[in-house]
Each structure stands twice: as structure tokens, then as C-alpha cells.
């Protein structure tokens, strides 16, 4: 196996990729779960999406989410946007980061904020100027990067091309988006290796899904290429409401379990995640898909049955 990176950074974005595919829940219980999270050590959280209430409503309280939390001094938290208009209302809100989303998929795009990938790049690179006009960071998030579900594949040429256009107006980093869950190993090295070659210089984000069972998979082989910054959502929260079949981000605690097992390490408190995802478990009110929020770290350990109890020899 390749050397792994001695650490990596994780991206908490359960209260907001996460909450978005769920039926609304009280203001107050997404405040008690960033709460949570932000007393777990995980160091960056997306907390909120300033979007149309009537497109997403499950976000139509971000104002009032923010302002309602109490911040922690170790904790970055950063905001999704669609446009200009929602940078605006982020920025106004006291965000410092923000992440503006972008479709290499024309169709994905249309579907998600009504215009064409073309014209989603015209209006990110007039929100990245007034980000950086006030001191305010931005990344590019690039979605269905490895497959649309409405047009198949999407060519490694055109998420480059994509891309490249937010590097050349100014974008602070790129996040490649799993949107549909469409990435395996082999796609993500091809992707990684072709985005390395071409934009050395550029922070690089992953955002996988475990839709078709590879997420975890998808991450240790971007681990191989030296990746370190990841998306994950606690609980295994998420997907997304214009890609049908698209739930389910990886899960926090799955990852956080899987790289500390093999010395690479996050900064975070497996236990206390597992219970934070407990709390979100029951915020939304049914089962979530983590398997380590279900049977713990293989550290747990069972109480011995009665039945096997007593004398030994």
C-alpha cells in the first residue's frame, strides 16, 4: 500500500448536505446538533445553505441557525450558496467561508438552480470577487464529478474544464462532488491524478457518497494520491433532492473509524461523534446508514451472557 498522509482534515457537512434530504426539523434541534459536533473536534463544519426557502425549505431558517449557535474558537464554519444573491446573504450573515456549487452536468445544473453550468460560472466569479473584496474566502464545490444522473458520465475533460474556469477566476480551493454516487477507486485516481497534473497549486476537497457501497473505498484510494481534506456527514446524513437516488454521504464516524485504524489521523472524538450521531438519529427520526453508529468501534466490547458465566478451568 502507498504511504497515507499522517492526517487529514474532515468536513463536517451534516447540518446542511445532511438536514437538506430530510423532512424539516426545529431550528433548535439543527442548534443542539452543531453544537454537538463542534464539541467533538472537528475543526471545519458546513452549517447552513442560504437558498430559496421554496426551493429547499429544510434551510429556510439559516439566519436564525446562525445566530442562535454558540461558536466555538476552534471551529471554522462555512455556508453553501447557489449564487450571487445567496453569497450576499451569507456574507451579510458574518460568513467568512463560503462554498459555491456548480454542476459539471448542464442537465444537473438546469435541474439544481435553474441555469446553465455556463451561466453558474459567470455569477461565481462575480461572488468570488465580492468574497474577496471583503476578506471572505470561497470554494468551488464541482458537482456530479464523477457521473450525472440524468446524462451518465461526465468526461474527466469537462470537470477540468469546469473546474479550471472557478481556478482562473479566483476560487480559493475546488471540491469535486460524488453527487449520485457514481464514483469508484479507479474513477477517483483518474479524476485526481488528472486534476493534480493540471492545478498543482490548488487546494483540493472530495465530497463522496456511499450510495453504491464505495465511499469508503473512494477515499482510501484518494488517500494513495496524498489527498487530505474530505466531506462527511455525521450519521451518514444526506444526498441530494435533484439527484434521484443520490442519499447517503459517507458517514463521520465511519471515516473518522476507518483512518485512525490505520494511523492517519483526524483530530476527532470517535465516541463522542457516535453519540452526536445518536442525537441526529433521533432529530430526524428514523434509522440512519452508519454501521459504526449501530455496532461502535471494534473496540467495544459485550458483556459476557449469563448462560456463559461461571467456574473455568
Known amino acids: 500500500m502507498s504511504e497515507l498522509p499522517a492526517a487529514i482534515d474532515v468536513r463536517e457537512v451534516g447540518p446542511r448536505d445532511g438536514l437538506q434530504n430530510e423532512a ?9 446538533l452543531l453544537e454537538g459536533l463542534s464539541d467533538t473536534g472537528v475543526r471545519r463544519i458546513e452549517a447552513v445553505s442560504f437558498v430559496r426557502p ?4 429544510q434551510m429556510a431558517d439559516a439566519e436564525q441557525v446562525w445566530a442562535s449557535i454558540r461558536r466555538r474558537p476552534h471551529v471554522s464554519y462555512s455556508a453553501l450558496v447557489p449564487n450571487l444573491r445567496g453569497a450576499s446573504r451569507a456574507l451579510a450573515a ?37 468574497a474577496h473584496g471583503i476578506g ?37 480551493g475546488v471540491s469535486f462532488g460524488d453527487t449520485t454516487g457514481m464514483a469508484t477507486p479507479g474513477r477517483v485516481t483518474a479524476l485526481v491524478g488528472a486534476f493534480r497534473a493540471a492545478f498543482p497549486d490548488t487546494a483540493l476537497n472530495l465530497h463522496f457518497h456511499n450510495t453504491r457501497g ?16 474530505f466531506d462527511a456527514s455525521v450519521g451518514g446524513l444526506g444526498g441530494c433532492p435533484y439527484a434521484p437516488g443520490a442519499s447517503g454521504n459517507i458517514a463521520t464516524e465511519e471515516l473518522v473509524y476507518m483512518v485512525e485504524d490505520m494511523g492517519v489521523r ?8 457516535i453519540e452526536v450521531a445518536a442525537r441526529a438519529e433521533r432529530a430526524v427520526g428514523h434509522q440512519l446508514p452508519s454501521q459504526v453508529l449501530r455496532a461502535g468501534p471494534r ?11 461461571g467456574n473455568r478451568s
Open 214 to 229: 464505495t465511499g469508503l473505498a473512494n477515499v482510501l484510494a484518494a488517500l494513495q494520491l496524498g489527498v487530505t481534506d
Open 266 to 273: 483526524t483530530g476527532i472524538d470517535l465516541p463522542a461523534l
Open 94 to 130: 458574518g460568513f467568512a467561508e463560503i462554498e459555491a456549487v456548480v454542476s459539471a452536468s448542464d442537465t444537473h445544473n438546469r435541474a439544481n438552480v435553474n441555469r446553465s453550468t455556463a451561466q453558474s460560472l459567470d455569477d461565481i466569479a462575480a461572488l468570488l470577487a465580492a
Open 24 to 32: 424539516p426539523i426545529p431550528t433548535e434541534a439543527k442548534v443542539e
Open 136 to 172: 471572505a474566502h470561497c470554494q468551488v464545490i464541482v458537482s456530479t464529478a464523477w457521473g450525472c444522473p440524468y446524462e451518465g458520465d461526465v468526461a474527466i475533460r469537462r470537470v477540468l474544464d469546469v473546474a479550471g474556469r472557478a481556478v482562473a477566476d479566483g476560487a480559493d
Open 54 to 57: 421554496s426551493a429547499i425549505p
Open 299 to 309: 473496540t467495544r466490547r459485550s458483556p459476557l451472557p449469563a448462560s456463559l458465566r
